[in-house]
């Protein structure tokens, strides 16, 4: 654990975690560039032609965490800003507008799901509606770890026909406590290795949904759904995963693999059919 989230760890430390995610180490990326990507068209293209993803970076994400989506996204070939209190896109009415997906990282390390939720909504201009608004409309939304528990309920977007849960507190889990290992999945059902950090599983069932992995245990670790006319997906292992983050933490490089993945989970979410048209009185969303 990297000393700038021992102090978070420490003072949760009286308490008792019903899920944490997802920490890792600050990562190498010159993902501060992202700032500096065109604004997009309404069609959430940039002049370019690249999709534009807007990825939320602060105090709900740990360090590193918005840089290694940053890097994943543009190496699939998005353009990239960040979204976040202290970035020059701030959230608000029109602010995801113009993009083609929205991405919500993974959480600090020893954070609760329930502690990242109070912090986004602490965020100047943020609600749940916008997010769920934009996604009903036609938007992407991808979650990643703790930004996977927050496309569930109570707390979150409640953006799934389904849940999530603690995938380490789940029976039969190969990993159970909430350190930084490698988690064993079958994905597409061929076994793969996979960085993790205390992520979620999802319980999904709806005409709209499709289980791209499972863990061995069964629970779906990863997932792409519909919601109104847009999309979703969400993992519970970390794709975006870099090279740092596995030799900080003494494991196996398999970040070419969670990257080969991570393309394979953008490109199912954005090549999905579109769910039904949203109507003019949309479905009760859940309580912010």
């Not at 978070?8 to 700032?35: F, I, N, Q």
């Not at 350190?179 to 992520?199: A, E, T």
């Not at 969670?258 to 989970?265: N, Q």
Request: proline share 9%; glycine share 14%; net charge negative.
């Amino acid at each position: 654990m990297r000393a700038g989230r021992v102090t978070v760890a420490l003072t949760l430390a009286a308490t008792v975690l019903v899920a944490t995610a997802c920490g890792a180490p600050s990562s190498g990326s010159s993902g501060d560039r992202a700032d500096r990507a065109p604004v997009a068209d309404q069609g959430g293209q940039d002049p370019r032609g690249r999709p534009l993803a807007l990825v939320y970076r602060g105090q709900a994400a740990c360090d590193g965490c918005p840089e290694a989506a940053h890097d994943m996204l543009e190496h699939d070939g998005y353009a990239v800003r960040y979204i976040g209190p202290d970035e020059q896109t701030h959230f608000g009415p029109d602010a995801l507008s113009g993009a083609a997906l929205y991405v919500q990282p993974g959480g600090t390390n020893g954070q609760e799901v329930s502690t990242a939720w109070r912090l986004m909504r602490g965020d100047p201009g943020f609600s749940p509606e916008l997010v769920r608004s934009y996604v009903r409309a036609g938007g992407h939304y991808l979650g990643l770890c703790m930004g996977g528990y927050l496309a569930g309920r109570e707390p979150g977007y409640g953006l799934l026909p389904g849940d999530s849960g603690q995938y380490v507190s789940s029976p039969g889990a190969t990993v159970t406590d909430e350190q930084d290992h490698l988690v064993d999945v079958l994905w597409r059902g061929q076994p793969r290795k996979m960085y993790f950090q205390d992520g979620p599983y999802f319980d999904v069932n709806g005409p709209g949904a499709e289980v791209l992995a499972h863990y061995t245990n069964g629970r779906a670790a990863a997932v792409v759904a519909s919601y109104g006319a847009g999309r979703v997906a969400v993992s519970g292992p970390h794709p975006e995963a870099s090279s740092e983050w596995y030799r900080d933490y003494g494991l196996p490089d398999e970040s070419k693999t969670g990257l080969a993945l991570g393309e394979d989970l953008l490109r199912t979410l954005m090549a999905a059919p579109a769910g039904p048209a949203p109507s003019a009185t949309p479905s009760p969303a859940p309580s912010p």
